[in-house]
């Protein structure tokens, strides 16, 4: 360094920033240590009492339990990390080297995490009832949340840590149009029910409505997707590196909101169109949702009640109707459609956090949570749920077909599984080293109106997938 060509004042700045990263990083990896020394002193302790350990198995007996539970917590932790330090590295270092995003926890699974838990679940369902059809790449790091639009054109929303949202061609894979008004970590993206714009949630403190228009592209042959799967080799971070470069190069950018809701003291997490589209709530960590009127802008409602920070919410699709889920293992239903009366019910029934809850058409709610259970609720009933799923590892955000009603659970662990109502077991996406997410899954969101990709997941490898899932056949094999 003492050839440096840089001006001292620049280079001090840049050495004042490396340090920065450099401690936050010791940080995490001294927590790391400190949680390996747990589960070590775990497995002393319960080897001490006469419970066979085989070398650090952790599937076996109360070991399994207690280890899987601290490798939740930490997948958690890390999440949770990752999105404060996202919108946090937007207001430190604006326009520097590097830009906000600092390190991906994508490319760091600490020691396996939840690779440790072994699945108990039946083979794959054969790939003629899933196949992979499409994959959506251009975002350069995790992508939280999707959904499709409720109008013509249909085209999928993603929503991204790397502080952009962007709208993608379903049929080509192409990026139509990138939204980079956010100065954080865009959180959750929902579409309006009639019109051409979009809610997208950041941890920049706000939510923004912006307008859109796209053109879609020309039709393409179909590609030959089992040829590209056959392919030696194996996915890795390389591959995900090489994606950054193949990312949208003339995808027109919009970057000032049409509608900037700005009432949370905390990262919103998540947004939605309440019914009729005048109105929107929001989520946030400061423990609080807003409902909001768009024409405005105005807070029409501030709803407390939540112990921690809030980690989605839902409207229902008919009804003047809301549910937040929250890191205190409940979530609650608000009920709107009496002007004069808004009343609440609380649901409790999770161990951990609820990542998400989400309306069915009918009567129901269904749930997911860090507790690697999803529960299924009607909304008449709300002591006890009508039906558990358990798995192995935390589920983030569910969705519900609206026809078939089928459950697609996205998973901490790489794996997507589709359940029905009565939490019976349907299928589990296909994943291999050729296919698949290969990071985190973050969320699901099912299309009924396009037959040729009708479920979408994203995840943590940065990537959005359009999958086919025959529905008949699939409730067939059941």
């Given at each position: 360094?003492?050839?440096?060509?840089?001006?001292?004042?620049?280079?001090s700045?840049?050495?004042?920033l490396?340090?920065?990263?450099?401690?936050?990083?010791?940080?995490?990896y001294?927590?790391?240590?400190?949680?390996?020394?747990?589960?070590?002193?775990l497995?002393e302790?319960?080897?001490?009492?006469?419970?066979?350990?085989?070398?650090?198995?952790?599937t076996?007996?109360?070991?399994?339990?207690?280890?899987?539970?601290s490798?939740s917590?930490?997948?958690?932790?890390l999440?949770?990390?990752?999105?404060?330090s996202?919108s946090?590295?937007?207001?430190?270092?604006?326009?520097?080297v590097?830009?906000?995003?600092?390190?991906?926890?994508?490319?760091?699974?600490?020691?396996?995490?939840?690779?440790?838990?072994v699945?108990?679940?039946?083979?794959?369902?054969?790939?003629?009832?899933?196949?992979?059809?499409?994959?959506?790449?251009?975002h350069?790091?995790g992508i939280?949340?999707?959904?499709?639009?409720?109008?013509?054109?249909?085209?999928?929303g993603?929503?991204?840590?790397?502080?952009?949202?962007?709208?993608?061609?379903?049929?080509t894979?192409?990026?139509?149009?990138?939204y980079?008004?956010?100065?954080?970590?865009?959180?959750?993206?929902?579409?309006?029910?009639?019109?051409q714009?979009?809610?997208?949630?950041?941890?920049?403190?706000?939510?923004?409505?912006?307008r859109?228009?796209?053109?879609l592209?020309l039709?393409?042959?179909?590609?030959d997707?089992?040829?590209?799967?056959?392919?030696?080799?194996?996915?890795?971070?390389k591959?995900?590196?090489?994606?950054?470069?193949?990312g949208?190069?003339?995808?027109?950018?919009?970057?000032?909101?049409?509608?900037?809701?700005?009432?949370?003291?905390?990262?919103?997490?998540?947004?939605?169109?309440l019914?009729?589209?005048?109105?929107?709530?929001?989520?946030?960590?400061?423990?609080?949702?807003?409902?909001?009127?768009?024409e405005t802008?105005?807070?029409v409602?501030t709803?407390?009640?939540h112990?921690?920070?809030?980690?989605?919410?839902?409207?229902?699709?008919?009804?003047?109707?809301?549910?937040?889920?929250s890191?205190?293992?409940?979530?609650?239903?608000?009920?709107?459609?009496?002007?004069?009366?808004?009343?609440?019910?609380?649901?409790?029934?999770?161990?951990?956090?609820?990542?998400?809850?989400?309306?069915?058409?009918?009567?129901?709610?269904?749930?997911?949570?860090?507790?690697?259970t999803?529960?299924v609720?009607?909304?008449?009933?709300?002591?006890?749920?009508?039906?558990?799923?358990?798995?192995?590892?935390?589920?983030?955000?569910?969705?519900?077909?609206?026809?078939?009603?089928?459950?697609?659970?996205?998973?901490?662990n790489?794996?997507v599984?589709?359940?029905?109502?009565?939490?019976?077991?349907?299928?589990?996406?296909?994943?291999?080293?050729?296919?698949?997410?290969?990071?985190?899954?973050c969320?699901?969101a099912?299309?009924?109106?396009?037959?040729?990709?009708?479920?979408?997941?994203?995840?943590?490898?940065r990537?959005?997938?359009?999958?086919?899932i025959?529905?008949?056949?699939?409730?067939?094999?059941?």
């Open positions: 360094m003492e050839d440096s060509k840089l001006p001292m004042a620049l280079r700045n840049l050495l004042d490396f340090g920065q990263i450099e401690r936050e990083f010791e940080n995490l001294i927590e790391n240590l400190e949680l390996r020394r747990e589960i070590e002193s497995n302790r319960l080897a001490g009492e006469g419970q066979t350990v085989d070398g650090g198995d952790l076996k007996g109360a070991l399994k339990t207690k280890a899987s539970h490798t917590q930490l997948s958690q932790k999440k949770t990390t990752y999105k404060a996202t946090k590295r937007s207001n430190s270092f604006p326009g520097k590097g830009g906000p995003r600092n390190f991906n926890v994508g490319n760091w699974e600490l020691w396996g995490g939840d690779s440790w838990i699945s108990s679940f039946k083979a794959t369902t054969s790939r003629a009832v899933c196949q992979l059809v499409k994959e959506y790449v251009g350069r790091d939280w949340d999707l959904a499709v639009t409720r109008i013509q054109p249909l085209v999928l993603t929503a991204s840590a790397d502080h952009c949202s962007m709208l993608w061609s379903i049929e894979g192409k990026c139509l149009l990138k980079a008004g956010h100065a954080g970590s865009v959180n959750s993206i929902k579409f309006h029910p009639t019109e714009m979009a809610l997208t949630a950041s941890g920049d403190q706000t939510a923004h409505i912006w859109y228009m796209v053109q592209p039709p393409q042959p179909p590609a997707i089992s040829a590209s799967l056959d392919d030696d080799g194996d996915f890795s971070d591959d995900e590196a090489d994606g950054e470069a193949e949208p190069s003339e995808c027109p950018t919009i970057r000032v909101a049409t509608t900037t809701l700005k009432s949370h003291q905390g990262v919103v997490i998540a947004a939605d169109w019914v009729g589209g005048k109105q929107v709530v929001t989520a946030s960590w400061d423990r609080a949702a807003n409902l909001y009127d768009v802008s105005e807070l409602h709803l407390t009640g112990d921690q920070e809030l980690t989605h919410c839902c409207t229902h699709p008919t009804q003047r109707l809301v549910v937040t889920s890191r205190d293992t409940t979530f609650r239903l608000w009920d709107f459609r009496d002007p004069s009366i808004h009343s609440v019910n609380v649901f409790q029934g999770h161990t951990d956090t609820v990542t998400s809850a989400v309306f069915t058409v009918g009567d129901n709610v269904v749930s997911g949570s860090d507790d690697r999803v529960k609720w009607d909304l008449k009933n709300m002591r006890s749920p009508i039906a558990t799923i358990r798995t192995d590892s935390a589920v983030n955000r569910i969705s519900v077909s609206a026809n078939q009603r089928i459950i697609a659970l996205p998973h901490d790489r794996q599984r589709l359940f029905d109502m009565n939490g019976v077991r349907l299928a589990r996406l296909p994943r291999s080293n050729r296919q698949g997410h290969r990071r985190m899954v969320c699901s099912w299309n009924e109106e396009n037959q040729a990709c009708n479920l979408f997941t994203c995840g943590f490898d990537q959005a997938i359009g999958w086919n025959n529905i008949p056949a699939l409730l067939q094999e059941k």
